[in-house]
């Protein structure tokens, strides 16, 4: 059975048990910043199973791309030399949301991987775990399931701690955990290893296939575990694992996905064998590097995209030590969507985005690895052993990214060593610094527990009167009293909460003899939080309000936000359709669109996207809200933005002349796209690597910024005596002739620093027949010095010179050695004591040196030295 048919029949198979299909997230988490990737199928539905999201359906069903290769979960260094390892994986998980619970969890489970009309896998070849104290999971399998006792291992608390098994899983710390039960496929007795729970358990014969999760408790920070009120089932079933069942091979690399990845690779790099490891490394990494460029992660020095790059080089270096002549990793791109495009439309699109940003880091790495290669040839010049230090090593590797078995071949090539042990205490000592600032143990429990959910009716009305739900001042529930700042929860609200790149609402919540000032409106769950102080009397809870929006800042805000909408379509047409939102601000000053392109957008491309957008907006066309499903949306054409979340019912906003934006959006909007006035783009640049940010101003604020520009130009044109109709050619006359001026005057100092050599010549002292003079020029600056020391020195013959000056309270010093004797008389040394009587410091070549300092008072004792200083030399 071919992989992407298993992927299918896992999902059909629950999908007629009345499980939803739901795509796959993406693999930058939402809203999650416990993750540094999506590492799981559960990751999506965090939210849902912790009782902040609710969901239109309580069964679930995906094949859920993940990638583990930083952070917490990180198989990066096992890739491409272990049977299973990958840093991309595609996760089969069916999921309960306090549904079903144990016993139908396990029948799912069991009779797809065994029944004839799925999987077929003989039941003689699968074992079973439980957590030690799970009977009830025991009995299911026993009793119900049929499974001989022998073949149901229990596994107790083996890491240590008390629910520390492989058999109790947990979200974090604290939060939602629960015991699990997991099924293990024998791959046959030919295979070393043992079964769960002995000695021999590392081994590959029994390799855990599925993992079932039963979400049971709730743990606090103190360690009690709370029965959950509705229990929830979270399971997780590798698809290259089963592929490898199905196709009854051991290794996931003998899966026909990857057979066809690793015969591409091949072919690319002129026919290597298909077993290298080096070759298993390149077909994994491919996945991984294209899929997250999808996603939108572009390739930096730091977080995902630090990952990202680490990956794109480990796969070149293996290319390069398989013998690849050029950039290649690239080239894989097309073929992977051939296998991989019909499950995942998005990689497809995104392919000649994803082959650029890839060609574009192979051949910046190549550039790397020739500058680490002459910092390590500095070193190895330097060693005064044959041990290359760790630190010499990890700089090269974290620096510059260097890989250590590059650094290791050299070192043997040379009859060096490494010192391994101080390069891995260094690595410890980074792995430490990033374990301090990550965010993996959040305590959930931390976060403001608020039941239920606030319902928004800001999108027609402005003011509304409410009922105060909850009051937190400090992060606990308390009345609020004048002075104090607090956070408000209303049953409903107007108060647009932040969100896709819209600011929160500000205003007012107004009783009989009391004012809260709503300073910003956050989203918690599904609760919008009002966070500010009282102005006036006290809040608290079940009192009735009158909450009032800001009408000025509010609608400012919305224009903005409509106008990002028509920005992010006109870019697509100018640009191309790789544009994506990756990011934007929306306020009621300005607005913000950061976006994928790998180049400065041109004055020419800036001003058709201003053209476009100004056209749609003079068109006055009305905007257009549908509330629909996603597939709906989908059929519109609406384009979802990058990094958000999106409920089972959306928002479709539609604007401009025949449809010209469609998007998924939950903000707030303009009425008519006329509302916006205008647009004026004011800046573009680029914020990171394959992203660029545009910003703009609308309405009255977009007039201001012209009238003030068209203000500028007069007083320009003022200035230089012209108008606005000839004003580029009087600047350009002005700057011709500036140029002109500049000229005159280096000709003049040219002449000026002829005449001072002839004058200054005859200065020089004669000392063992070298020509010594030191003079003072005064006003005359570097270049005058520099032009003169050479000057002085054709007319002297064998000579040192020290020219200096006093430029505006600051000291410049040159220093000039004939070549003849350079050998002995260094300029440099000579510049270096002169810079330190003068309270600087300087340097430069044998025969020409530079420096300067800040003591003008003793720019005669630095001339005064310098014939005790040649003396000295001699």
């Known amino acids: 059975m071919k992989t992407a048919a298993v992927r299918k029949a896992f999902l059909d198979?629950?999908?007629?048990?009345?499980?939803?299909?739901?795509?796959?997230?993406?693999?930058?988490?939402?809203?999650?910043?416990?993750?540094?990737?999506?590492?799981?199928?559960?990751?999506?539905?965090?939210?849902?199973?912790?009782?902040?999201?609710?969901?239109?359906?309580?069964?679930?069903?995906?094949?859920?791309?993940?990638?583990?290769?930083?952070g917490k979960h990180n198989d990066l260094e096992n890739v491409g030399y272990t049977a299973r390892h990958h840093t991309f994986f595609e996760m089969l998980g069916n999921f309960s949301f306090g549904d079903y619970f144990k016993k139908e969890a396990i029948r799912f489970a069991w009779e797809f991987l065994t029944s004839e009309s799925w999987m077929n896998i003989p039941k003689d070849k699968l074992y079973v775990t439980v957590y030690a104290t799970d009977d009830e999971a025991f009995d299911v399998w026993t009793n119900d399931m049929g499974v001989p006792a022998e073949r149901v291992i229990r596994i107790g608390d083996n890491k240590g701690a008390q629910y520390a098994s492989d058999n109790f899983w947990q979200m974090g710390d604290t939060g939602p955990c629960g015991p699990c039960t997991e099924i293990f496929y024998d791959h046959g007795p030919d295979i070393e290893g043992g079964l769960p729970g002995t000695p021999e358990e590392d081994g590959d014969r029994y390799i855990e296939i599925w993992n079932v999760v039963f979400m049971q408790f709730n743990r606090t920070a103190n360690g009690e575990m709370q029965p959950l009120p509705k229990p929830s089932v979270d399971t997780g079933m590798g698809l290259?694992?089963?592929?490898?069942?199905?196709?009854?091979?051991?290794?996931n690399y003998e899966i026909d996905l990857f057979q066809d990845l690793l015969q591409k690779a091949s072919s690319v790099l002129g026919g290597v064998a298909t077993t290298e490891a080096s070759l298993r490394v390149i077909a994994d990494h491919i996945r991984s590097c294209s899929f997250l460029i999808t996603d939108g992660v572009m390739p930096?020095?730091?977080?995902?995209?630090?990952?990202?790059?680490?990956?794109?080089?480990?796969?070149?270096?293996?290319?390069?030590?398989?013998?690849?002549?050029?950039?290649?990793?690239?080239?894989?791109?097309a073929h992977l969507v051939d296998i991989m495009g019909e499950a995942y439309p998005e990689l497809a699109k995104a392919q000649s985005q994803v082959e650029r940003v890839l060609l574009q880091e192979e051949e910046q790495f190549a550039k790397?690895?020739?500058?680490?290669?002459?910092?390590?040839?500095?070193?190895?010049?330097?060693?005064?052993?044959?041990?290359?230090?760790?630190?010499?090593?990890?700089?090269?590797?974290?620096?510059?990214?260097?890989?250590?078995?590059?650094?290791?071949?050299?070192?043997?090539?040379?009859?060096?060593?490494?010192?391994?042990?101080?390069?891995?205490?260094?690595?410890e000592a980074q792995r430490e610094r990033a374990r301090a600032s990550s965010k993996f143990g959040v305590d959930y429990n931390?976060?403001?527990?608020?039941?239920?959910?606030?319902?928004?009716?800001?999108?027609?009305?402005?003011?509304?009167?409410?009922?105060?739900?909850?009051?937190?001042?400090?992060?606990?529930?308390?009345?609020?009293?004048?002075?104090?700042?607090?956070?408000?929860?209303?049953?409903?609200?107007?108060?647009?909460?932040?969100?896709?790149?819209?600011?929160?609402?500000?205003?007012?919540?107004?009783?009989?003899?009391?004012?809260?000032?709503?300073?910003?409106?956050?989203?918690?769950g599904s609760n919008h939080l009002h966070i500010g102080r009282v102005v006036s009397g006290s809040l608290s809870e079940g009192q009735q309000v009158v909450a009032v929006v800001d009408q000025a800042k509010r609608k400012a805000t919305a224009l903005n936000h409509s106008a990002t909408h028509l920005i992010h379509a006109a870019l697509r047409k100018v640009l191309g359709e790789h544009v994506e939102q990756k990011g934007s601000q929306v306020n009621e000053e300005r607005l913000r669109f950061d976006f994928s392109h790998f180049e400065a957008v041109t004055p020419d491309q800036l001003k058709e996207v201003e053209r476009m957008v100004n056209q749609h907006i003079r068109a006055n066309t009305a905007i257009q809200t549908d509330i629909t499903d996603m597939d709906s949306a989908r059929e519109k054409g609406a384009m979802a933005l990058f990094g958000e979340k999106y409920g089972d019912s959306v928002r479709v906003l539609s604007m401009g002349v025949d449809a010209f934006s469609v998007e998924l959006c939950g903000g707030t909007h303009a009425k008519r796209t006329g509302d916006i006035g205008s647009i004026v783009i004011t800046s573009e640049s680029g914020v990171a690597a394959g992203v660029r940010r545009i910003e703009a101003l609308t309405g009255a604020a977009a007039e201001e910024w012209v009238a003030e520009g068209e203000c500028q130009l007069k007083e320009v044109a003022s200035l230089v005596k012209g108008s606005r109709d000839n004003l580029t050619e009087k600047v350009k006359g002005v700057l011709d002739k500036n140029r002109a001026l500049e000229k005159e005057l280096e000709q003049l100092k040219a002449k000026l620093a002829s005449s001072a050599g002839n004058d200054l010549a005859g200065q020089a002292i004669d000392v063992q027949n070298i020509k010594v003079l030191a003079a003072n020029l005064e006003g005359a600056d570097r270049k005058t010095l520099m032009d003169t020391a050479d000057q002085l020195k054709n007319k002297l013959g064998t000579a040192v010179v020290l020219l200096a000056s006093d430029e505006g309270g600051k000291v410049t010093l040159v220093a000039s050695v004939t070549k003849d004797i350079s050998g002995k008389l260094k300029a440099g040394d000579l510049m270096k004591q002169a810079a330190a009587i003068v309270g600087g410091k300087g340097g430069g070549r044998p025969d020409m040196a530079q420096g300067g300092g800040s003591d003008v008072d003793k720019i005669q004792d630095a001339l005064d030295m310098v014939k005790s200083w040649v003396e000295g030399q001699l």
């Open 13 to 70: 198979y629950f999908n007629q048990h009345g499980h939803e299909v739901v795509p796959s997230s993406s693999l930058v988490p939402a809203d999650d910043p416990t993750l540094l990737f999506t590492n799981a199928g559960m990751n999506q539905f965090k939210d849902t199973f912790l009782g902040r999201e609710k969901r239109a359906y309580v069964r679930a069903t995906s094949s859920q791309r993940c990638v583990r290769a930083g």
């Open 240 to 251: 290259e694992r089963i592929a490898a069942v199905m196709q009854e091979v051991h290794s």
């Open 300 to 333: 930096s020095n730091e977080g995902r995209g630090n990952v990202l790059r680490r990956i794109i080089r480990r796969a070149v270096r293996h290319g390069n030590k398989l013998g690849a002549q050029g950039a290649f990793f690239h080239k894989l791109v």
């Open 368 to 427: 790397t690895l020739d500058k680490g290669l002459a910092l390590l040839e500095q070193d190895i010049k330097a060693l005064s052993g044959t041990v290359i230090p760790g630190e010499t090593v990890f700089t090269l590797y974290d620096t510059y990214g260097f890989p250590v078995d590059l650094t290791n071949d050299i070192a043997r090539e040379r009859g060096l060593t490494l010192d391994q042990e101080g390069y891995e205490k260094a690595m």
């Open 446 to 524: 931390e976060n403001l527990v608020i039941e239920g959910e606030t319902a928004f009716t800001g999108y027609d009305h402005l003011e509304a009167a409410q009922t105060i739900r909850s009051v937190f001042v400090e992060g606990k529930p308390s009345a609020a009293n004048a002075g104090q700042e607090a956070v408000v929860v209303l049953s409903e609200t107007p108060f647009y909460a932040e969100s896709g790149g819209q600011v929160g609402d500000r205003g007012v919540l107004r009783w009989d003899g009391g004012e809260f000032e709503v300073t910003d409106t956050q989203k918690e």
